[in-house]
């Protein structure tokens, strides 16, 4: 029987296209080649390791754990005479020691407030870091921070909104001293009042 010299040619041109179709499909099955000055696995997961083991910084946390009894001072205005309140804290180390989960329960212009926090230590950036959030808002309040040669003193830099005034994005700094194994103080500064900065102080007395 005769072939169409139009049909034997389809049919290899077909032919030529399966087989490169194949082959490709055959090649991108193959592992990706790796580059040459690219880390192996072994060397990747060290640096991870490197990066999420706990260490000196994160050992430093163990002194806010425990139970304690809070006394609050706010300022709401400068020159006047703060708002009093009284609460208590139970601080928890958490994930490995990695982070410390405070909960605090107490009261907040009257009303009675709970509050949550993480602080922890990230390898990576070289810094103490720390998260807040509470029922007497909706905010979440995040900062970064450094401490002091003795592990004594904790100053984190951070921003906040002011429903009252309607600013959002201002300047705050949180500093932590610890005062002794059963005391430390907590101060939240405005930075824009200047030397008048002083908008909240928490000290905590270990029950």
């Given amino acids: 029987m005769k072939i169409h010299s139009v049909t034997l040619s389809a049919m290899l041109v077909a032919a030529v296209g399966l087989s490169a179709s ?7 099955e193959k592992p990706a080649s790796r ?14 390791e490197a990066v999420a083991t706990p260490g000196p910084a994160h050992k430093t946390l163990e002194a806010f754990v425990g139970d304690w009894n809070v006394s609050s001072k706010w300022w709401m205005v400068p020159d006047a005479p703060p708002a009093e309140s ?7 180390a958490i994930l490995g020691g990695r982070f ?8 907040f212009m009257g009303k009675p407030m709970k509050g949550m926090g993480l602080t922890g230590y990230d390898n990576f950036k070289k810094k103490y870091v720390s998260l807040w959030v509470d029922d007497a808002g909706t905010a979440m309040f995040t900062s970064e921070g450094t401490a002091d040669p003795d592990g004594k003193v904790f100053t984190f830099l951070g921003k906040m909104d002011d429903p009252l005034s309607g600013e959002k994005d201002k300047a705050v700094k949180y500093v932590i001293r610890l005062v002794g194994p059963d005391k430390r103080v ?15 102080e928490m000290t905590y007395t270990r029950k």
Avoid: C, I, N
């Avoid at 009284?86 to 928890?92: A, D, L």
């Fill in 22 to 28: 194949r082959a490709a499909a055959a090649e991108s």
């Fill in 35 to 48: 580059p040459a000055d690219a880390p192996s696995m072994e060397e990747v997961m060290k640096k991870w």
């Fill in 86 to 92: 009284k609460g208590t804290s139970k601080v928890s």
């Fill in 100 to 107: 410390v989960q405070e909960d605090y329960a107490g009261t």
């Fill in 186 to 200: 907590f101060e939240m500064h405005e930075l824009a009042r200047g030397a008048k900065s002083l908008v909240a």
